[in-house]
């Protein structure tokens, strides 16, 4: 009987898990348990702030920044009590058009706007600004955690549209679609930087992009462009045939000139030659000798005296002094 009860003490010990066993399973239990929890603290944890972006940590809680603002990276935060927000502290561009499509708002969302004379006309515009980076925490606490989307509907959009009507409606409809549209949009430049200024936020640009104007007023203004274009292809027009006149009026002064030039020339030199004669005939007259008249004639004497029919020859002159000259001097 003893031997029967402990071989079945025995069996009954090995049909049952060892304790060893189970501890270890436990064990493992534990550890896999507490390295997800650790695992999903860090993953919690941890948060990347992006390129041209800064985080500002609160306090979930109490809703107040803690610890200022971070700059691009990786961080480390207790996801039980704080939490980051992130904005953009590059340009960015917020525009209104009438195109759908094409703006910030996929729909007609231009500015409408009365000019002085009570006209409609529709502004595409188009902003450009940027979060101040060094008042970031102050643009989380006076917006109350908001993010850069709400931020940008109230102060961006709201301020363009309530600015733009009011300066438009000073300027006539001509002035605002075409000679005034700079001096427009720097006015309103003006009074929008003062208004972002104050919600932390700076002003890069301001434009209006395009005027759109009813068809009746469009139509008057096309005719006055093609008017003044008009005008302005014959005032050139006029001006080349003022240029062409005085380039013919020179060409002919110089042409005129060239021949009193070439006359005046011609006379000079007749003039010269005929006192170059003159002088010629005084010097030979001056020289000229009955004694040298007579020798020359001699000179081209063929030594014949004429004959004629009447009688025997009679010199021409009386060159017997010559030949006796002549004579002796041989």
Same mark, same amino acid.
């Given at each position: 009987? &003893?031997?029967?009860?402990?071989?079945? @003490?025995?069996?009954?010990?090995? %049909?049952?898990?060892?304790?060893?066993? /189970?501890?270890?399973?436990? $064990?493992?239990?534990? !550890?896999?348990?507490?390295?997800? +929890?650790?695992?999903?603290?860090?993953?919690? =944890?941890?948060?990347?702030?992006?390129?041209?972006?800064?985080?500002?940590?609160?306090?979930?809680?109490?809703? *107040?920044? @803690?610890?200022?603002?971070?700059?691009?990276?990786?961080?480390?935060?207790?996801?039980?009590?704080?939490? +980051?927000?992130? #904005?953009?502290?590059?340009?960015?561009?917020?525009?209104?058009?009438?195109?759908?499509?094409?703006?910030?708002?996929?729909?007609?969302?231009?500015? &409408?706007?009365?000019?002085?004379?009570?006209?409609?006309?529709?502004?595409?515009?188009?902003?450009?600004?940027?979060?101040? &980076?060094?008042?970031?925490?102050?643009?989380?606490?006076?917006?109350?955690?908001?993010?850069?989307?709400?931020?940008?509907?109230?102060?961006?959009?709201?301020?363009?549209?309530?600015?733009?009507?009011?300066?438009?409606?000073? #300027?006539?409809?001509?002035? /605002?679609?075409?000679?005034?549209?700079?001096?427009? %949009?720097?006015?309103?430049?003006?009074?929008?930087?003062?208004?972002?200024?104050?919600?932390?936020?700076?002003?890069?640009?301001?434009?209006?992009?395009?005027?759109?104007?009813?068809?009746?007023?469009?139509? !008057?203004?096309?005719?006055?462009?093609? =008017?003044?274009?008009?005008?302005?292809?014959?005032? #050139?027009?006029? *001006?080349?045939?003022?240029? &062409?006149?005085?380039?013919?009026?020179?060409?002919?002064?110089?042409?005129?000139? !060239?021949?009193?030039?070439?006359?005046?020339?011609?006379?000079?030199?007749?003039? +010269?030659?005929?006192?170059?004669?003159?002088?010629?005939?005084?010097?030979? %007259?001056?020289?000229? @000798? %009955?004694?040298? +008249?007579? #020798?020359?004639?001699?000179?081209?004497?063929?030594?014949?005296?004429?004959?004629?029919?009447?009688?025997? !020859? $009679?010199?021409?002159?009386?060159?017997?002094?010559?030949?006796?000259? $002549?004579?002796?001097?041989?």
């Amino acid at each position: 009987m &003893k031997g029967n009860h402990r071989i079945m @003490t025995t069996n009954a010990r090995a %049909s049952r898990p060892g304790t060893r066993g /189970i501890a270890g399973i436990f $064990t493992l239990g534990i !550890a896999a348990l507490v390295a997800l +929890i650790v695992l999903g603290f860090i993953m919690a =944890a941890w948060r990347t702030i992006q390129p041209g972006f800064v985080g500002i940590v609160f306090d979930k809680a109490r809703s *107040q920044v @803690t610890t200022g603002q971070l700059e691009p990276g990786w961080r480390f935060i207790n996801p039980f009590t704080q939490s +980051i927000q992130q #904005y953009p502290v590059t340009i960015q561009t917020y525009s209104m058009v009438l195109a759908d499509g094409e703006g910030s708002a996929q729909r007609d969302d231009s500015i &409408k706007v009365q000019s002085m004379e009570g006209q409609q006309v529709n502004l595409d515009v188009v902003i450009q600004y940027q979060v101040v &980076k060094e008042e970031a925490a102050a643009l989380f606490q006076d917006w109350g955690g908001q993010p850069i989307e709400y931020v940008e509907d109230r102060v961006v959009r709201q301020y363009t549209r309530s600015q733009v009507p009011l300066v438009a409606s000073r #300027y006539g409809w001509e002035a /605002i679609s075409a000679s005034e549209r700079e001096k427009i %949009s720097n006015e309103i430049a003006e009074r929008l930087q003062s208004e972002f200024a104050r919600r932390h936020l700076n002003l890069v640009s301001f434009g209006i992009r395009e005027v759109h104007l009813p068809q009746q007023l469009q139509n !008057a203004l096309d005719q006055k462009i093609q =008017a003044q274009q008009e005008a302005e292809r014959q005032e #050139y027009q006029l *001006q080349q045939a003022e240029v &062409k006149a005085r380039q013919d009026r020179v060409a002919a002064e110089g042409q005129a000139n !060239a021949l009193r030039a070439q006359a005046q020339g011609e006379a000079d030199a007749t003039k +010269i030659r005929a006192q170059a004669q003159a002088e010629a005939n005084r010097q030979l %007259s001056q020289s000229l @000798t %009955s004694d040298l +008249i007579r #020798y020359q004639q001699l000179q081209r004497w063929d030594g014949k005296l004429p004959v004629f029919s009447g009688g025997g !020859a $009679t010199p021409l002159i009386d060159a017997t002094s010559i030949i006796s000259d $002549t004579a002796g001097g041989q």
